[in-house]
């Protein structure tokens, strides 16, 4: 029989996490970086086009080279931050090359440098993001990831509707020069830097036995983490850039402000339900919410299809920010609970590298289904991988995990527990 005193001696002996103060602080970094970012992504195209001259193609160029580095980093960066057992270092790092970049596209003159600051954008990207989210999932007790990446998850989405709207408000006041509206960019990039090399704490890491290998292999990561990687990889092939969702709302008769505005209540409806849905996962269970999101997923892009006329989409964007909120943040505090803490990085990274290079095939073949089947087509077959996707995991994804919090628990007070 254990002695209690026991117990006491190994939970007192246990390092405390760093709690609530660095997840909040991590969200506040990311939604100062989101809010530079979005002030400068949407003016690009039009820098590229109509200030450098550079054709079309060149865009899409540039662009197709910035997402596959980030995509193809964050396995590796992901591996390298459980190795080193520092995620802070690969976070600071990431966030600081994304800050300089935006002043780098402000000093360009020709294509070559928005390629070369696109490119340094995106090694930020993929150097910090699987750092980061391991980072979030070690600073809280298990039973906290879902609110924990729900409210990481808020914060950063209130960037992405704050970033547009000050870049639209930069332009109509001072014209089309993109060139400020980059050098703006880059001020709250920097501070969020400076706010996380000041408040985020690295949580206290056991020392590994021996070095982590790298290594592409999924078995030793268990049968649900491979499971849900499958799912999602089949979901994510029906998942096509949200750039065709806008393309749909201009089918159906949307102006461009009309088009921006659903794009802005598309992020409203995510940033507020991000929290909620995370603290529901941690209080129920995260499989479930993910099941249903795969659900409201298929009826959104369902609705996409059918949709009859432009009022339709004032149901749709919102209903996609449910989707959103109930599965961005909730599968990778379901993937922190399946793998160690030791291989957690490695694990995030190869689930936003899969999942990136699924997205960039499902784009590839939304393009032709739209071209060559119809506009329609595209959305029912998001619809339907989806829908597979959601039984599969429900069916074979094992035993829904039992809510770990007590039911009367509130994070903030738990979690403030352990702040300093």
């Known amino acids: 029989m254990n002695n209690p005193l026991d117990n006491e001696h190994l939970n007192s002996a246990a390092p405390r996490k760093p709690g609530r103060r660095n997840v909040i602080v991590l969200g506040l970094v990311s939604m100062l970086n989101d809010m530079a970012s979005e002030m400068a992504y949407p003016v690009i195209p039009l820098f590229l086009t109509g200030v450098l001259g550079a ?86 007790d298990a039973h906290e990831g879902g609110v924990a990446f729900g409210l990481h998850r808020a914060l950063d989405t209130v960037g992405a509707v704050v970033g547009p709207l000050a870049a639209l408000l930069l332009l109509s006041l001072y014209g089309n020069r993109y060139s400020l509206v980059f050098w703006i960019a880059a001020i709250p990039a920097l501070l969020g830097v400076c706010l996380l090399l000041v408040a985020v704490r690295e949580p206290v890491h056991q020392p590994h036995p021996h070095p982590l290998a790298f290594t592409l292999s999924v078995s030793r990561f268990g049968g649900r983490f491979r499971l849900f990687l499958l799912c999602n990889l089949l979901f994510m092939l029906g998942n096509s850039s949200d750039a065709f969702l806008l393309l749909r709302a201009q089918s159906l008769g949307a102006s461009t402000e009309g088009v921006l505005l659903l794009y802005v209540a598309f992020n409203v409806v995510y940033a507020s339900l991000s929290y909620p ?44 920010g449910v989707f959103m909120a109930m599965n961005e943040g909730v599968g990778k505090a379901y993937i922190a609970e399946l793998v160690p803490e030791a291989r957690r990085g ?63 628990s509130d994070w903030g007070e738990s979690a403030g527990s352990s702040s300093p």
Not at 285 to 291: D, E, T
Not at 347 to 356: D, H, I, N, P
Not at 359 to 376: C, E, H, K, R
């Open 346 to 408: 490695t694990a995030l990274g190869l689930f936003a590298t899969l999942s990136g290079i699924a997205a960039l095939a499902s784009s590839v073949l939304a393009g032709f289904l739209w071209s060559a089947v119809g506009v329609p087509a595209p959305f029912w077959f998001g619809a339907a991988c989806s829908a597979t996707a959601g039984l599969l995991f429900a069916f074979f994804g094992g035993s829904r995990e039992q809510p770990q919090a007590p039911e009367n």
């Open 277 to 320: 849905f995370g603290k529901l996962s941690d209080r129920y269970g995260k499989k479930g919410v993910l099941v249903f999101s795969f659900g409201v997923f298929a009826l959104a892009y369902g609705g996409f299809a059918a949709a009859p006329c432009e009022a339709a989409l004032w149901v749709l964007f919102p209903l996609y």
């Open 55 to 140: 054709p079309a193609t060149v865009v899409g160029v540039i662009e197709g080279v910035a997402e596959a580095t980030a995509n193809v980093l964050k396995l590796f960066s992901g591996w390298l931050s459980d190795r080193v057992r520092n995620r802070k270092r690969f976070v600071a790092a990431g966030y600081l090359l994304s800050a300089l970049a935006k002043a780098a596209l402000a000093l360009s003159t020709v294509w070559g440098h928005v390629l070369g600051a696109r490119f340094v954008d995106r090694f930020g990207k993929g150097v910090r993001t699987s750092a980061r989210d391991a980072l979030i999932a070690e600073s809280v």
